[in-house]
């Protein structure tokens, strides 16, 4: 019993720093669209003055 509560506490750990990680990766993710669409709007301003 106390092997399944300990491996239980261990998956729950390890699903929390998965979790972790990804929000991690979708905020790098967004960040990086974010900056990419800010480029190409930048572009398009540049383009319009001419």
């Known amino acids: 019993m106390k092997d399944?509560?300990?491996f239980a506490v261990r998956?729950?750990?390890l699903y929390h720093l998965a979790?972790?990680?990804y929000?991690?990766?979708i905020e790098?993710?967004?960040a990086r669209a974010m900056e990419y669409h800010e480029?190409?709007?930048y572009r398009y301003t540049v383009?319009?003055?001419f």
């Open 47 to 49: 383009m319009a003055d």
């Open 23 to 25: 929000m991690n990766y």
């Open 28 to 30: 790098q993710v967004i």
């Open 11 to 13: 998956t729950r750990q």
């Open 39 to 41: 480029d190409e709007l």
């Open 4 to 6: 399944a509560i300990t």
């Open 19 to 21: 979790r972790i990680q």
